[in-house]
C-alpha cells in the first residue's frame, strides 16, 4: 500500500493498521496482546504532549503501525512547534507487522523533510521489556547496561496477563506482584528511561488504578511520575471497537520528577467512546485528591463528574475500614469443580448432613434467594470429613458477589445472611463470592444490614467506580474502602429493620439523609 497524495503520516500509518488487521485472526491478535489505536485518539494523544526543544528523542515501545508517533509529531508542528531533528526508537515484535512500521517510518521521514526536519529511527525487534528491564535495577553494577533517556515515550502497550515464571515478569520483579499485565511493565520503564521532565504519554486499561497486583506498579510510578492529565473512556466497547475490545481504557500523560508535588493541578477529562473524544467533561483536581501516596494501598481515583467529586468529599470524611472495626472479608472457600461430588440439589440426601451452599445467583442486592434451582448449580453441600475445610461456621455474614455482570446496575452487590435462617453448624460459600464477618465473634444484626445498604446503594456504587474499572470486586479493595463511624452503620441498619422494608430504594433514602447527599447522585 502507497501513501495518497498530500496524505498525512498518521493517516497512512491507520490505513496500514487497518489492511494488516484484516490478514490476521483474532487468536493473533490476542496472542500478541495487540490493539491498534484508532485514528482520533492517536490524535488527541498526540496533543496531550508540550515540548519545546528543538531536538526530541522519542521512544515508542510495542508501537504496531507507529500510528502514535506520526499524530505526536504532526501535532507538535501543527502547533507551531520549532523542531530541527527527531530521533525515534521503536519496538515492536511481530515480524507480520513490522513490514508496515517500516513503510510508516520511511514514509514519515519523507514528509518531515518537507519540513526541513531530520528523522532518524530505530526499529528494534526485540522484546521491549527484556531489553530495558535493566533500568528498574536500582541496585546497579559496574557491568549494567546504560540507561537510554528520551524526551517523550508515547505507547499503546500490549495487553495480557504475565505468568510469575515469565522471563518478563522475573526481568521486572521490583514493579511486579502475583500476576499483573504486561501493560504495568512498559509503563514502569517509560517512566525509569525518561529525561528530568521528560513526558510520557499511555492509553491503557484503567485497572492499574488499584488491586493488590498492581500495588508495587503504583509505589514505584506514583513516586517519579507527577500526573498532568487524564482522559478516561466510559464505554467497555466503544474505544477499540475495531478489535472487538471490552475494555474500561484510559489515556495518562505524566512528568518524571524529582519530588512529586501534591498540590499539582491535573486535569481530568471522561467521553463516553470516540463519538464524543472531542467535548469531553473536564474537572481540575490536585494530585493528593487523586492519589494519597502515602495510604497503604495508593488507589487512583478518577472522578469525572460532580457526582462523582461530591461521593469523594462525603467519603473522605470517613475515618473507618473493616479492619478498624474487627471485621474481616475472605473469598467464598468451595470451588465448585473441586468438590464437585460434595454438590447436591438435596433431593435424595440426609438433609441433617447438608449444609446450605450460595452461589452468585443467591445473592440480590440486599436479599438472599436461596434455594434457587438451577442447572449444575446445587444448593447443598454435603457436610463431610473431607468439606469440613471448607466450610465456615453457621454465623451473621454479609454476602457480597465478586463479579457483576453488563445486565447489572450496580457494581456492588450485596446481600444479607443470619443464623438463624437455617439451623445448620455450617455454611458453604461458593468461590465467586465473598463474605464479611467479624472473626472471633459476630456481626450484629444491624451492623450486618447497615453495612448492606452501604453497599448496595447509589453513594457506594459511585465511590467504586471512581477507582475500579473492573466487574471484579478483589477482598483487598474492599478492606481499603473507607467507611463511616461504626455508630453509624448501626444506625442505618436500625433504621432499616424497624421499617421492615429492606429494599434497595428505602436504603438509598436512609442513606441521603444521613449523609446529605440528595439529589447529587445522577440516576
Same mark, same amino acid.
Given at each position: ?7 498525512? +503520516? ?8 487497518? #489492511? ?14 495487540? $490493539? ?143 500476576? &499483573?499485565?504486561?501493560?504495568?511493565? $512498559? ?34 510510578? =506514583? ?94 470524611? %470517613? ?8 471485621? #474481616? ?10 468438590? %464437585? ?14 449444609? &446450605?451452599? =450460595? ?15 438451577? +442447572? ?43 443464623? #438463624?435462617?437455617?439451623?445448620? +453448624? ?37 465511590? =467504586? ?59
Amino acid at each position: 500500500m502507497m501513501p495518497m497524495h498530500n496524505e498525512s +503520516p498518521s493517516r497512512y500509518a491507520d490505513r496500514l493498521g487497518v #489492511h494488516y488487521s484484516g490478514t490476521i485472526n483474532q487468536d493473533h491478535k490476542k496472542s500478541h496482546g495487540q $490493539f491498534f489505536t484508532p485514528n482520533a485518539i492517536a490524535a488527541l494523544m498526540g496533543q496531550f504532549a508540550e515540548c519545546r526543544q528543538a531536538q526530541l528523542r522519542i521512544l515508542d515501545p510495542g508501537c504496531g503501525t507507529a500510528i502514535l508517533t506520526c499524530s505526536l509529531i504532526e501535532s507538535l508542528l501543527q502547533r507551531g512547534q520549532i523542531i530541527e531533528s527527531l530521533s525515534l526508537v521503536a519496538y515492536e515484535t511481530d515480524k507480520r507487522l513490522t513490514p508496515y512500521t517500516r513503510m510508516t517510518l520511511d514514509y514519515l521521514k519523507i514528509w518531515l523533510a518537507k519540513y526541513n526536519v531530520s528523522f532518524e529511527f530505530d526499529l528494534r525487534t526485540v522484546d521491549f521489556v527484556l531489553d530495558q528491564a535493566h533500568c528498574l535495577n536500582d541496585e546497579g553494577s559496574l557491568f549494567d547496561k546504560s540507561i537510554e533517556l528520551f524526551d517523550l515515550v508515547i505507547s499503546n502497550p500490549p495487553y495480557f496477563k504475565l505468568s510469575i515464571d515469565d522471563k518478563r515478569a522475573i526481568a521486572a520483579k521490583a514493579i511486579i506482584n502475583g500476576h &499483573p499485565n504486561i501493560y504495568s511493565t $512498559f509503563m514502569a520503564i517509560a517512566a525509569k528511561v525518561l529525561k528530568p521532565n521528560g513526558q510520557l504519554i499511555f492509553i491503557t486499561p484503567r485497572s492499574y488504578a488499584s488491586g493488590s497486583y498492581f500495588k508495587l506498579f503504583r509505589e514505584f510510578f =506514583f513516586r517519579i511520575v507527577e500526573i498532568d492529565r487524564v482522559h478516561l473512556f466510559v464505554s467497555r466497547k466503544d474505544t477499540f471497537v475495531r478489535d472487538k475490545v471490552l475494555q474500561e481504557t484510559v489515556i495518562i500523560k505524566g512528568r518524571r520528577v524529582p519530588t512529586v508535588n501534591p498540590n499539582h493541578q491535573v486535569v481530568v477529562q471522561a467521553s463516553h467512546g470516540l463519538r464524543d473524544i472531542d467535548s469531553p467533561v473536564k474537572k481540575v483536581f490536585l494530585q493528593k485528591d487523586l492519589i494519597d501516596i502515602h495510604s497503604n494501598e495508593k488507589i487512583l481515583y478518577l472522578p469525572t463528574t460532580d457526582a462523582d467529586e461530591s461521593v469523594l468529599d462525603i467519603v473522605r470524611r %470517613w475515618n473507618g475500614t473493616l479492619s478498624n472495626y474487627n471485621i #474481616h472479608v475472605s473469598t467464598g472457600p468451595v470451588v465448585a469443580y473441586r468438590a %464437585w461430588d460434595f454438590i447436591t440439589d438435596g433431593s435424595e440426601d440426609d438433609r441433617s448432613m447438608l449444609a &446450605p451452599l =450460595f452461589w452468585l445467583h443467591n445473592v440480590r442486592p440486599m436479599a438472599l434467594e436461596w434455594p434457587i434451582a438451577k +442447572p449444575e448449580k446445587g444448593q447443598y453441600i454435603q457436610i463431610h470429613h473431607e468439606t469440613r475445610s471448607i466450610l465456615i461456621p453457621n454465623k451473621n455474614y454479609v454476602l457480597l458477589r465478586r463479579f457483576s455482570s453488563k445486565d447489572d446496575k450496580s457494581r456492588l452487590i450485596a446481600a444479607p445472611y443470619f443464623s #438463624h435462617y437455617l439451623h445448620v +453448624p455450617f455454611i458453604g460459600v461458593e468461590n465467586k463470592v465473598n463474605y464479611i464477618y467479624r472473626k472471633g465473634g459476630h456481626l450484629d444484626r444491624n451492623e450486618v444490614v447497615g453495612l448492606c445498604a452501604l453497599l448496595n446503594s447509589q453513594l457506594f456504587d459511585t465511590y =467504586f467506580r471512581i477507582f475500579n474499572g473492573n466487574v471484579n470486586v478483589s477482598a483487598t479493595e474492599l478492606r481499603e474502602m473507607r467507611l463511616p463511624d461504626l455508630a453509624e452503620i448501626r444506625m442505618i441498619g436500625e433504621r432499616i429493620i424497624l421499617s421492615n422494608d429492606f429494599s434497595t430504594e428505602h436504603a438509598n433514602t436512609i442513606i441521603s439523609e444521613c449523609f446529605n447527599f440528595e439529589n447529587q447522585i445522577v440516576q
